[in-house]
């Protein structure tokens, strides 16, 4: 677990992290076109498009871009007790600019705080009703006392753009691994800067692969109208060529893992996912229902898209106590953290790479002992660990069974089957058929 | 539980099973006549045919028609030691005329009673098999002395018919909902006043609904030979049209609710009356196997009947010690108990009604927010409960799970969905698709 | 159980062991064809077949034939301290000839024992590997002192032929029943004398039947070569006509019940194995899965193979610690022990004849009673156990369930059920269907 190129790779991300973790992202505006060029600064070919506000997206429309400036509460004292340049969180995203005097008790109707977190600075959005509020801590809201107050928020909501990036990095085969994340949350760690710098070096480790089976489409887009607009421009393209995606969010914390499934139960990305995280990687983990989605699969899997799309998370958003909140700070993730959740998904990427349907070529058992492929016990009807593998490769590979179902039926990694079905090939006592989904056993 | 419309329903209920507990029913006569003119009364388009002796039906034939007006048993001190104007199980039904003086040693060959339960008059029949008998309390008879007994059946075994009422009540569609339910049980309350009470007042609540969907196809016979002579009448209109059926036998007591499923699982009234058993009235109840059957199932699940046709009961016929005697009388059911029989099937009617198939209209998630659809909490990833249901039924409706899948995965009432469903096709959102039997889950 | 015939059968089962045991069998040569001549003396009719050395099977080619006379070890004080005349498990099977002297540690490179059972000879093999080598108790081995020693191994190792049997019993339909045993094993009793011995009596057992329904093939070969080189020379004739295929091994101990699937599950013998073990024999066995196979399953259920085959097992090969020693001797086998495996599969086998699919020719029930099927209870809607039987196996023959199914449903011996119909057949209720699959359930 200490490898240098793996504490290097952990340190990098976090450092990453740590550089977006202040932009003041929200669905729109400069924040998420700051966030999308120092990940073009990591991924030089991201490509960055801009949608006019307005436009139609299916049922949706593109919302007015919403910038801001600067935003601030102060007492009758002139003392400052709201400052968003300290943290971005303060302000509810979307708030519409307003700059005026208001008492104590107006001032409230727009203060948003948590009893029960009394340290925590709430996390809310008004994305499709203009109001403006302000978040702070429930022990600073206590001290608020009557008087006047100055509020100003210069921000700005008005015709605009819609920004997102993308990137394709063409493989062999036309089929294509989907990775979407979002960049709309503004200063929060596991949700979300993990997801996006998770999946900004799961495609630096993509583009350093010499040999690509698959063609990768990496999408950086808002949550939710981002994903839609995303997808009413690439319906098409996504529903021939997808085989298998994932959502990266809440990546970056080390406290667990978690799996979010696709609406549809067994698709290839859940039997990956499930076998990465029990049979390699041997974490425990919560797999969820789709009843308990909340990310970008409620659009990649919604009727009319129907795309194999899944997550692999580390703490689900909406189960630990600082979602949502400034307590998702960059004390929650850690290099670590967002090691285990690039892990993760990168290891699912190579199981899919792997896993390909093989036909035995021989009628019968091979001689194995002839080609070595049989551990020279002398007598010894008891095989070697090794040996075993080879017999059972073998005996599985009917031209049904794809590595990952042989894998799963033997319980062991697929990766030490790929490697003995990469042996049998060689010895042309396999070969490769024509991809076929295995019956559910 | 006390509204004023149940407390009525209960009582009337209550009331008509009185009134036809006394009814010297069997398979034929004018027992079964009485009852069903009984039930004219309150189902004035009941129409009631008569089949006669002799005729074929199927493998079966139909019987002679068996009336009796008068049986005793007097001892020699010209005490009636048995009386069948006290009660009508005391004759074994199907009896042949008899009037003779014999000892109590022949006597006995010709009487019935149960050790066990010394105070129960057992219910015995000899349908298919000319012969003469008593049925008695065992401590009554425990008490009978030698000598001689004058003994008098007055009935009659003659060429004659076999009644039996039914009423098709026109809905929408020609598609059919089957009640069934017999009228050849003497005077026990549970088996068997309860099915044709609750079956009556079904039909009366089925004709008061304004909007009928579906067909429905009442049905009172006597059990077994009634059915098969009905089966025999109508197959090819019931094979082609009944869509779910339900047998009402033994819906009065208030102490159990139990489900016999179809012959083939998984039929759409076997889900529905779990669903309803389980996520609709929230009652616990026994799920027995098609092993256990022992009503009109056996004919309407036939090889070559093969109807989708299942029981909601409450304490299963074989199951309760007062079965088949006297101690199922009136006091073992109840108000309570008849209301609960006729709440679970008028409750799986009303499931079977308003299940449907939707599709979204949309790609991707629909716009919840700007229709209002979506509890307008500033921020807030954490739906309300109705948010949450108006999400689910939309992620759902893809046009393969009708709104009883759906709300099987959602675990909640299908009244639920189906209201968030109709709300969501009012908005445009969802349009109705033909129905399509969902692929098991 | 101690009833004449069972007794008999059991003792000429062990005696045939108890004959057979000290041959010296290996994959070829004169032991084999002696075991194969013992069997005939048995079997007339069984055909015994030579393959020359060097023809291709498959991807294996036959081996050369070995035989040995004689082999021993003689230490410098003129001791022989291994004597091939004592056990023939003393010389490693296949082993070149040799005669030599050596050191002790010259000696000891060629020498096996079992330091955790140091009583034991094992069981050693190098069929494809030219070497020489002795196996002795770990006590004797220890006992071996410094010095010279004479080594002979007086064995030949040439062109000769692999030698097997086989023997096709015709029956009514060309559907074949698959018997196939190993003759392979030197002087050791559950693996492998049981084998041949319960399969030679399984064989005179099928030629004692008047009739019979199927075709049965029976095969007496070498483990693996023998098997691939039979398959190699029936592989269409096995594909198109087995139905249900057996492998007889480790049949001759009393202490376990086992069970060896095929690769796929589910099929006709593997149901047929569980409903014997479970609901005729109503013994407790173990279910292995594929992963845990050893015998000749390795050849009939690999791909391009793939036969429906099956083993019934006393205590399965590599589970009990006398496997593969000389501890597999008489004692460890027993007169009931080899009953037990005979019978298994005997019950199986009739279980396959006995199965047919029945399919109702009334619709609704049938009128038992007028046909004395339904046993003439005055009144009484309880059955009899058998009445209740007529009434079940009637309710499931809809030309889909086999009776075997219908058995697994009530949970009753398929031998019940298939009296019951034919009963009802005779009475022209049934009819025979062509046999199809039933689904699973």
């Known amino acids: 677990m200490l490898d240098q190129s793996k504490n290097n790779l952990s340190q990098q991300m976090y450092e990453f992290a740590k550089k977006i973790f202040p932009f003041p992202r929200s669905l729109t505006g400069d924040g ?14 991201l490509k960055i498009h801009e949608i006019p506000t307005g436009t139609k997206v299916f049922d949706w429309e593109v919302p007015k871009e919403w910038n801001i400036k600067d935003a601030y509460v102060i007492n009758s004292d002139g003392l400052k007790v709201i400052d968003w340049h300290k943290n971005n969180l303060h302000v509810v ?11 104590l008790k107006e001032l409230k109707e727009h ?19 203009p109001t403006w509020g302000f978040c702070m801590a429930h022990r600073e809201y ?23 990036g993308d990137l394709i990095i063409p493989g062999r085969e036309k089929k294509e691994i989907l990775l979407s994340t979002y960049i709309c949350h503004p200063s929060m760690a596991n949700n979300e800067c993990s997801g996006p710098v998770v999946t900004t070096f799961l495609c630096r480790w993509i583009l350093n692969q010499k040999k690509r089976r698959y063609t990768y489409r990496l999408v950086f887009v808002p949550e939710t109208i981002g994903a839609i607009a995303y997808i009413s421009r690439n319906l098409d393209a996504l529903r021939q060529r997808v085989k298998a995606g994932f959502i990266l969010t809440c990546v970056g914390d080390d406290r667990a893992y978690s799996l979010m499934p696709a609406r549809k139960s067994g698709v290839l990305p859940e039997r990956v996912a499930r076998h990465v995280l029990a049979l390699v990687l041997k974490v425990p983990y919560t797999k969820y229902t789709f009843l308990e989605r909340g990310s970008d699969e409620r659009q990649y899997c919604a009727p009319g898209v129907d795309l194999p799309v899944v997550s692999i998370m580390r703490s689900k958003y909406g ?3 600082e979602y949502h909140t400034s307590l998702d700070d960059l004390a929650l993730i850690s290099p670590d953290g967002l090691y285990g959740g690039f892990l993760a998904t990168k290891t699912a990427i190579e199981v899919i790479e792997v896993n390909e349907t093989f036909k035995s070529t021989v009628v019968c058992e091979p001689w194995f002992s002839k080609r070595g492929l049989r551990a020279p016990l002398l007598g010894g009807t008891t095989l070697t660990p090794w040996s075993a593998l080879v017999s059972n490769v073998m005996a599985y590979s009917d031209g049904e069974y794809d590595l990952l179902a042989i894998a799963e039926t033997i319980g062991c990694s697929i990766f030490d089957v790929a490697e003995v079905a990469a042996t049998l090939k060689q010895n042309g006592l396999l070969e490769r058929v024509r991809e076929c989904t295995p019956k559910p056993r």
Chains 1, 2, 3 share one sequence.
């Open 93 to 103: 995203s979307y708030s519409i600019p307003i700059d005026t005097t208001v008492t």
């Open 32 to 45: 998420v076109r700051q966030t999308l060029q120092a990940i073009k600064e990591l991924l030089p070919d």
């Open 142 to 164: 206590q001290k608020l006392r009557d008087g006047n107050y100055r509020v100003v928020i210069n921000s700005q909501l008005e015709p605009g753009h819609l920004t997102y």
């Open 111 to 129: 203060l948003h705080s948590l009893p029960d977190q009394p340290d925590a600075i709430p996390y809310f959005t008004s994305y499709y009703r």
């Open 319 to 321: 189960t630990y106590p």
